[in-house]
């Protein structure tokens, strides 16, 4: 029997890091001949990394990336593989792949449709190849086949999707399935979102089928460049079937996942190759398939569906991990209020340590934050969150002991260290000193805003301050409901270089909450705790019983609005005629109407604090962040003629 031994790889990079990236690449070449494979799929731009932004622009960065596939390429004897690199042709920059064969480049073969929505900027740097088009490239003194190109290596033929390539309708697998291709790779930087494994592994078996090959899918892994997060998708499938599947957020830099097919099912499409295709390089001094060979033909498999919460903790660990080993950062200090964000941000760091320990092992981690006092004497997972989580309760006269009592004993639970501080006298020197500046006496019914904004932004500079101790990444704790109405202080409750929660949303975290608190059982029982509580700013006197929602809204209405503002583009009439509908069981169309009309004017109103919050991850197509995902006027009418028409619409309702 013939067959033919193919593998996918998930690199974690990092943007311009040519040493670390030429090392993880030639880690997994080195570990794919170990297995005997013959064809190995890597990631797109995986020589530079994908996230290099306008750095692409920079011609020293395309000669790096030259010269790192040159060099890589020498490790390749017997073997197919390619590497993603930024290429520059006449004055226009392209993402390619370029493709060794046996210890040489071969040619470079260019992206068609470009990544463009959501999160993605690539025609900023890069340009679309046009279907069908060759050219020829002089690439470090030596001239090679550039574009819409495959590859017939003694009877078996390759092409390739690169990422985009794959999600539009026209996919150029429709035209490899007409030129016979036996095998199509797909190299990609596919960023994470909720549920979009489903959608990849669909079109990675539809792909499969459409052409009656072997399709190999490759994706980036980590916190690449910051804000994105990667999930490590390693795909196989042949015929339809899907035959491998790896296991996404993977902590080890290049996981790999390989798959043996029956060269008899891919190389049927022989029949479609006889016509001359100008755009196939041909290659006859070597040969990727084995004769006569002893291996297993791989059987079909069936991944399991992952749900919500399991992704949530595995991409939101998996970037904590990265940020902290790529920032060199010493830990994490989170503000640790007793309520549900900065808890559930301070379970994420310890799960973060659990997992990645699991994984690597004691002497794994230690090796890479070896830089982190104390991690090398660390003898189990809880004693090296000791080391880098710190939690900081700030206590003003307003602050519960319900609040103190939650927070201190998650903390104890978690074995993250402790600072327990009370920041009162400090709201009092300020109330002083503005009173005596202003000549005024401050009181709630008349200054509520500035009293509540005080307490939180005078406890700002001391968990800075420890975070600085500590050479620490200072955690923000707000969520993208939050961002969305505005409802953070600006150098108060914001303050942070890392917000892991500002792209999910509030009623999600408290669903997170309790489904950790169950899963968990009694080690994490302080989340009763917190779990118990309705979420509260406590920046009010205790007599107020102010509340999160009593000021905003229900967190579910307030999600709903949110989800077809941002996702949708549905303006507040719109937003309405759907909502009176779906929420008519629960609610009034006034009570809608007006959640709704505050919703847009502290959106509007709150856009400059939009951009000014911390980093924060990208979860789904829900993200608020202005720098990456949803752009929106600092300025603008606020929304002032579909208001009006709103408040028509609800006049005499109930």
């Not at 596919?190 to 072997?214: D, M, P, Q, T, Y």
Request: proline share 3%; hydrophobic share 40%.
């Amino acid at each position: 029997m013939s067959t033919i031994k193919l593998a996918s790889v998930a690199l974690n990079q990092t943007p311009l890091d040519w040493e670390g990236n030429f090392r993880r690449i030639e880690t997994a070449i080195h570990k794919a001949r170990e297995q005997n494979i013959s064809i190995l799929c890597l990631p797109e731009l995986c020589v530079t990394g994908y996230g290099c932004e306008d750095t692409f622009f920079s011609d020293s960065v395309i000669e790096r990336g030259y010269d790192g596939v040159q060099k890589l390429a020498q490790l390749t004897e017997g073997m197919f593989v390619g590497f993603g690199i930024p290429v520059l042709f006449q004055d226009r920059r392209y993402n390619g792949i370029a493709v060794a064969i046996d210890g040489a480049v071969r040619g470079i073969v260019l992206k068609q449709f470009l990544a463009n929505d959501g999160i993605h900027y690539e025609s900023r740097w890069f340009s679309p190849w046009q279907r069908g088009q060759r050219e020829e490239l002089t690439m470090l003194d030596a001239v090679m086949p550039l574009g819409d190109l495959q590859f017939d290596i003694s009877g078996l033929r390759i092409g390739f999707e690169i990422c985009r390539d794959a999600w539009v309708e026209d996919r150029p697998a429709i035209k490899l399935a007409s030129r016979g291709i036996d095998i199509i790779l797909n190299p990609s930087a596919s960023h994470f979102a909720f549920g979009k494994h489903e959608i990849r592994k669909r079109l990675v078996v539809e792909g499969s089928k459409l052409c009656n090959v072997g399709y190999v899918f490759s994706n980036l892994l980590g916190c690449e460049s910051g804000r994105t997060i990667y999930d490590g998708d390693t795909l196989i499938a042949v015929n339809g079937e899907m035959i491998a599947c790896g296991e996404r957020f993977r902590f080890s830099e290049a996981p790999m996942v390989s798959a043996v097919l029956d060269a008899s099912c891919v190389q049927g499409n022989i029949e479609k190759r006889r016509e001359q295709d100008d755009n196939c390089i041909i290659v006859d001094d070597v040969s990727l398939v084995e004769e006569d060979s002893a291996e297993k033909i791989s059987r079909p498999v069936s991944p399991r569906r992952t749900e919500k919460q399991d992704e949530f903790e595995g991409a939101v660990t998996l970037a904590l991990f990265d940020y902290a080993r790529k920032s060199r950062a010493h830990g994490f200090v989170v503000s640790l209020s007793g309520g549900v964000d900065s808890s559930a941000t301070s379970c994420l760091v310890a799960l973060m340590v659990r997992r990645s320990v699991s994984e690597l092992g004691l002497n794994g981690f230690a090796e890479i934050f070896s830089y982190v006092p104390g991690i090398s004497a660390a003898k189990s997972s809880t004693e090296i969150v000791k080391c880098i989580l710190t939690c900081v309760y700030q206590a003003t006269k307003n602050s519960s002991q319900e609040t103190h009592e939650a927070a201190r004993c998650l903390a104890e639970q978690l074995q993250a260290s402790w600072c327990d501080l009370n920041v009162q006298e400090i709201v009092e020197a300020y109330h002083a000193l503005i009173e005596k500046s202003m000549g005024i006496s401050l009181s709630w019914d008349k200054h509520d805003t500035a009293l509540q904004n005080i307490q939180a932004r005078v406890r700002s500079p001391s968990v800075w301050m420890i975070a600085n101790l500590r050479n620490a990444l200072l955690l923000a704790t707000s969520n993208r409901s939050e961002a969305s109405v505005g409802y953070t202080t600006m150098d108060g409750d914001s303050s942070g270089g890392l917000a892991p929660l500002g792209g999910v949303d509030k009623a999600f975290l408290r669903e997170w909450l309790l489904w950790l608190e169950r899963r968990e059982g009694g080690e994490l029982s302080a989340l009763s705790l917190v779990n118990a509580q309705a979420p509260t700013a406590e920046l009010r006197p205790p007599m107020s019983n102010q509340r999160d929602e009593d000021d905003l809204m229900p967190y579910r209405v307030l999600d709903g609005i949110e989800r077809y503002a941002v996702r949708d583009h549905l303006d507040p009439v719109a937003i309405f005629k759907k909502l009176s509908t779906e929420l008519s069981e629960s609610y009034s169309k006034k009570e809608i109407a007006g959640w709704i009309e505050r919703f847009f004017l502290l959106w509007c109103r709150n856009q400059w604090k939009r951009e000014r919050l911390a980093v924060s991850f990208h979860l789904d197509d829900e993200n608020v962040d202005p720098k990456t995902f949803c752009r929106f006027p600092v300025l603008s009418s606020g929304f002032d003629a579909e208001l009006r028409q709103l408040r028509e619409l609800a006049k005499g309702e109930r």
